[in-house]
Nanobody
Framework: QVQLVESGGGLVQAGGSLRLSCAAS????????MGWFRQVPGKEREFVAR????????YYADSVKGRFTISRDNAKNTVYLQMNSLKPEDTAVYSC????????????????????WGQGTQVTVSS
């Protein structure tokens, strides 16, 4: 079992930056591939970024590539999402997610592939 708690959301002007954190409980964090997703009311949850267990491999949605950076600190059981050059269209509730068993057919950009979720943190970007 993994419990996830996000923090770091808030209100920021366009062009600004925020860093989200996701703290995980339990001793299995280093065994989990971690992802960030976001959702706005009335829309499906959207993949943002993911990071491998060791942190050596990352992958981003095209909409955030070059602006967002995902990282992790396994000693602190925490995954981060550094968000730069924020745009109003980045406004959403951001949630982190964890998956322990990655099957060969997973591409890890689909929400249903993840086992554990945080409650989310609101990010609002004003124009």
């Amino acid at each position: 079992q993994v419990q996830l708690v996000e923090s770091g959301g808030g209100l920021v002007q366009a062009g600004g930056s925020l860093r989200l954190s996701c703290a995980a409980s339990g001793r299995t964090f280093s065994q989990c591939t971690m992802g960030w997703f976001r959702q706005v009311p009335g829309k499906e949850r959207e993949f943002v970024a993911r990071i491998s267990r060791s942190g050596g491999s990352t992958y981003y949605a095209d909409s955030v590539k070059g602006r967002f950076t995902i990282s992790r600190d396994n000693a602190k059981n925490t995954v981060y999402l550094q968000m730069n050059s924020l745009k109003p269209e980045d406004t959403a509730v951001y949630s982190c997610a964890a998956v322990m068993t990655v099957y060969s057919h997973y591409d890890l950009s689909r929400a249903y592939e993840y086992d554990y979720w945080g409650q989310g943190t609101q990010v609002t970007v004003s124009s």
